[in-house]
């Protein structure tokens, strides 16, 4: 292996790198890119009352304490939906176009202060600086999608009424008012202010709990929104332990958008069906890759590399279960396994690891046990399969298990780490069958050569999404089309036309011209049924919807 550069650190199995591997890049460390001024100017846009408790944040790359954040309580949370229920009623009532060019602002804000939040998520995620640039360019395509199409997708729209002519019926879209957001920690930057996006530009506000690892980056989020014309109020944002606060949060929200764990994403909707609102929930994944037995298998693996490994595996449309034809399984299982054991680990915060660390040691955990129970079960493990303390204090290497069995834990549970497990497969139906084997149901991939084929075999697979030749940024970038889970994965979908309109109330406004619709010039009961049932079969043979 050749000298380590600033940027590029540790291969997986070569040992402990030169110097301090948490912080290559000319010495920029987590320290110096989240210093306390920028905290404390950002923990300033926490909603607290009071006396809050305070809680400390861990920096995942090194062990350190990175800050030091106030805790809000349930009444605070009360405070929150006040302020913002204030502040909604102006906001409702600009035109959509006035709502929208704020999000094409903070678009340019984004693009232009990039490196800022970067650091951030590195900062409170661990993640490699490529795949925190993926939120950065999903929040991006996210704000420019709604900024443009919202106006079009919240337009008042005609519908055939109940008497032609003389019925006129349109379909309006209302705020729902303030809208409940809490949202998880693996993608802080586009998970907080991605999904809150449309909800602004359809004129509601939002109460947002982001997971408290990662609450400056929704802090950050909401200070540049608010300075691309967001009024403050409209976002608050309340951070405290999951299970005090989220309840919290849905006991008085209008709508509830969650993402998370389908454990509590059941609690969740729990909870919102008792107060009769709604929920959009993206939950769980236990995601499959079927690699065919036409696949360009190099592309393949390159492809399998960023569908099981990008963000260490802490992406819920990451995939865990790969599927391949048997014919094919030797030659491909050689080219991901050398790939996998190429890769770069590093924790610096600058371009050039390919993978960084897990955000706990909870996340450490549950991956090292699933792996360890499985290897002690009879499965190989043909890449990986260690922690990396010489690294950082939660890094894994990415790991390929062969011979998983159904007993094993790895082989439903989700890691939500950077672990996948492999199985061959004969014939297509097999391994449709074998994909839809999951309560899961939220993204999967599909190898091939024939991109038709790839489609037919996509259609027959239960989930949300669907990649052909892609690992997720395929369909998951396709703004204008809806994302989501099908199963435990969750209800609802983010991106397109349901996810700007899950956050409105359907209105129909219909006016009645000339005559109303019931019995008039003369006409009796009976008279008048009569007439409507000639009318009825006459709109039928006239085509009319």
Same mark, same amino acid.
């Given at each position: ?7 590029? %650190? /540790? ?40 006396? $809050? ?22 009444? =605070? ?94 379909? /309006?879209?209302? $705020?729902?008012? %303030? ?30 709990? +982001? =997971? ?26 309340? #951070? ?36 009769? #609102? ?45 599927? %391949? ?14 790939? *996998? ?60 298990? =062969? ?11 989700? *890691? ?15 391994? #449709? ?32 999404? %669907? ?14 089309? +809806?994302?989501?889970?099908?199963? =435990? ?18 209105? *129909? ?9 019931? $019995? ?12 409507? *049932? ?12």
């Amino acid at each position: 292996m050749s000298d380590l550069t600033a940027d590029a %650190v /540790a291969t997986g199995h070569l040992g402990n790198p030169a110097g301090n591997p948490a912080a290559p890049g000319g010495g920029r460390t987590v320290a110096s890119a989240v210093p306390p001024a920028l905290v404390a100017r950002l923990a300033a846009g926490i909603t607290v009352t009071g006396e $809050p408790g305070v809680v400390e944040t861990v920096a995942p790359l090194t062990g350190e304490r990175l800050a030091s954040l106030a805790q809000s309580t349930p009444a =605070d949370v009360e405070a929150a939906f006040l302020l913002a229920r204030r502040a909604q009623p102006a906001w409702a009532a600009l035109p959509v176009r006035r709502r929208a060019a704020v999000l094409l602002r903070f678009h340019d804000l984004l693009i232009k202060r990039q490196d800022e939040v970067l650091d951030l998520v590195q900062a409170e995620t661990g993640k490699a600086r490529l795949h925190a640039f993926e939120e950065v360019m999903a929040v991006a395509m996210a704000a420019r999608h709604y900024g443009r199409a919202a106006h079009g997708y919240l337009r008042d729209k005609r519908h055939g009424g109940a008497l032609p002519v003389l019925t006129h019926a349109i379909e /309006a879209r209302r $705020p729902k008012g %303030v809208i409940g957001h809490i949202s998880p920690w693996n993608y802080p930057l586009e998970l907080s202010v991605g999904d809150a996006l449309p909800a602004f530009v359809a004129g509601n506000a939002v109460v947002n709990k +982001p =997971d408290t690892q990662t609450a400056l980056t929704a802090l950050w989020a909401r200070e540049l929104l608010v300075e691309a014309g967001l009024p403050a109020d409209l976002w608050q944002i309340v #951070v405290g332990d999951g299970p005090v606060i989220g309840p919290a949060v849905v006991e008085h929200a209008d709508y509830v958008s969650f993402t998370g764990s389908t454990r509590t994403g059941r609690d969740v909707a729990q909870r919102a069906a008792a107060r009769l #609102v709604g929920a959009s929930l993206e939950l769980g994944g236990k995601n499959a890759m079927l690699v065919l037995a036409d696949a360009d298998l190099d592309r393949a693996a390159a492809g399998a590399v960023r569908a099981c490994f990008s963000s260490a595996g802490q992406l819920c449309i990451s995939v865990e279960r790969l599927m %391949v034809h048997r014919s094919v399984a030797d030659a491909f299982l050689e080219k991901f396994a050398e790939r *996998t054991r190429n890769l770069r680990l590093g924790g610096g915060l600058a371009y050039g690891a390919d993978m960084g660390s897990l955000v706990s040691a909870r996340q450490l955990d549950a991956t090292t046990r699933h792996v360890d129970e499985a290897v002690k079960a009879g499965a190989t493990v043909l890449a990986g399969g260690r922690a990396r303390p010489d690294l950082g204090p939660f890094f894994y290497e990415p790991t390929i298990l =062969d011979g998983v069995t159904p007993e094993m834990a790895v082989c439903a549970e989700e *890691t939500f780490g950077p672990v996948v497990s492999v199985y061959r497969f004969d014939t297509e139906d097999q391994a #449709v069958a074998a994909a839809n084997a999951t309560p899961y149901g939220l993204n999967s991939s599909v190898w091939t050569r024939d991109p038709r084929r790839g489609r037919a075999v996509a259609a027959r697979l239960r989930t949300g999404t %669907v990649n052909v030749n892609e690992a997720y940024g395929a369909a998951y970038g396709s703004v204008a089309s +809806p994302m989501g889970g099908m199963g =435990d994965s969750g209800l609802g979908r983010r991106h397109g036309a349901e996810g700007i309109l899950r956050f409105t109330e359907a209105q *129909t406004i219909a006016t009645q011209r000339l005559i109303p619709i019931a $019995p008039s010039f003369g006409l009796d009961d009976r008279q008048f049924a009569s007439v409507m *049932t000639g009318g009825l079969r006459v709109l039928k043979a006239l085509r009319i919807k």
